[in-house]
C-alpha cells in the first residue's frame, strides 16, 4: 500500500517537472500554500482597514481565497495532463529513435516502410536494391535512407552522392530519410534550383511519421519506460555527492517571518494575527530546508 503511494507521488511528481528533473511534490504544495497565505494577508489586512471589522475581513478574505485557490488547482491540473502528456510523447520518441538504431538494416528499412505508409500522397511503395520507390501524387520518387545514430549527422557528401546516383533514373523527385540528422549544408542541397527536387527527412521528421503511422510503444510500455525514467533519475540522485548550495528560499521564508514578527510588535491589536503568521512563515522555511538536505544527501 505505502509502496504504491509512494510510486504514485513520484510518478506525479516526475510529470509535474522536466523529463531530466522531476519536481517535488512537497515543493509544489508550499509554493502553493504560500502564495494562498501570502493574498490572504494582504487581502485581509487591507478589508480590516478599509472596513474596521475583522470578523467581516477576515469571512472575505477566506472566502476569495478559497475561490482563487481552487481556480489555481484547476489551472495546475490542467497543466499536470498538459505536461504529462508532452512528457509521455518525448519518452516515446526517444525510444523509438534508440529502437531505429539497434535494428538490422532489413529491419530498419521494414520501419521506414511502416513510417512512409502514413502519407496520404504516398503510394505504390516498392523495395528496390537498396532503395525504395514510390509514387507521389502520382509521380515517380526515389527513396533513399541511412541508418545513423540518433544525434549523429548524415554528410554533405553522403547526400549529394546519393543524389547524383539517381538524378538521371527518370525520378521526377528524390527523398532521403535520415535516422539522425544532416549537416548544415545539406539544407543547401535541398533548397537549390534542381531539374530533379529532393527532401530530406531527418530523425524529427522521420518519428513524426512513425507517430502517425502508430509505431509508437503502447500505453503499458510507455508506462515501464517512465518508471525506468524515474529509477535513472533517483539512481543519479543517489550517486550525486555535490551539496546543493546555499538556500535562497529558506531565506525569503525566514524574512518574510522577521517582517510579520516585527509588525506583531509595530501593531499591537493584530499581535496574535501577525505572530501567528511569522511561526507560520518560519515553519515553511524549516521545511523547505529540510526537502534541500534530503536531496542533497540523496
Known amino acids: 500500500m505505502l509502496k504504491t503511494y509512494t510510486n504514485k507521488v513520484r510518478t506525479f511528481s516526475f510529470y509535474m517537472g522536466n523529463i531530466d528533473k522531476p519536481r517535488p511534490v512537497l515543493g509544489i504544495l508550499i509554493d502553493f500554500l504560500v502564495l494562498l497565505i501570502g493574498i490572504f494577508s494582504l487581502l485581509y489586512l487591507w478589508l480590516v482597514y478599509r472596513t474596521k471589522t475583522p470578523l467581516l475581513a477576515l469571512m472575505v478574505s477566506l472566502l476569495v481565497t478559497a475561490l482563487l485557490g481552487y481556480a489555481l488547482y484547476l489551472k495546475k491540473r490542467s497543466s499536470y495532463k498538459n505536461n504529462r502528456n508532452r512528457i509521455r510523447r518525448l519518452i516515446a520518441r526517444e525510444y523509438m529513435a534508440n529502437k531505429l538504431s539497434l535494428l538490422s538494416r532489413q529491419e530498419f528499412e521494414w520501419q521506414i516502410i511502416r513510417a512512409l505508409s502514413s502519407l496520404k500522397e504516398l503510394a505504390n511503395l516498392e523495395q528496390a536494391k537498396g532503395y525504395l520507390k514510390a509514387l507521389y501524387n502520382g509521380a515517380p520518387v526515389a527513396i533513399g535512407y541511412s541508418q545513423t545514430p540518433p544525434k549523429g549527422h548524415d554528410t554533405y557528401e553522403k547526400v549529394w552522392s546519393f543524389y547524383n546516383s539517381f538524378r538521371s533514373r527518370g525520378y521526377s523527385g528524390l527523398i532521403y530519410i535520415s535516422s539522425g540528422y544532416f549537416e548544415e549544408a545539406c539544407n543547401g542541397i535541398q533548397d537549390m534550383d534542381l531539374d530533379v527536387p529532393i527532401t530530406l527527412f531527418d530523425i524529427d521528421d522521420l518519428l513524426d511519421l512513425m507517430e502517425q503511422a502508430n509505431m509508437g ?69 524549516l521545511i523547505s530546508q529540510l526537502l534541500s538536505s534530503d536531496r542533497a544527501a540523496q
Open 217 to 285: 510503444p503502447n500505453e503499458e510500455l510507455l508506462d515501464d519506460l517512465v518508471q525506468q525514467k524515474i529509477r535513472q533519475y533517483r539512481k543519479k540522485l543517489n550517486h550525486d555527492k555535490e551539496k546543493i548550495p546555499a538556500h535562497n528560499r529558506f531565506k525569503k521564508y525566514a524574512a518574510s517571518s522577521l517582517l510579520f514578527l516585527g509588525a506583531s510588535f509595530l501593531f499591537r491589536s493584530y499581535f496574535p494575527y501577525y505572530f501567528v503568521l511569522a511561526i507560520l512563515f518560519m515553519v515553511l522555511g
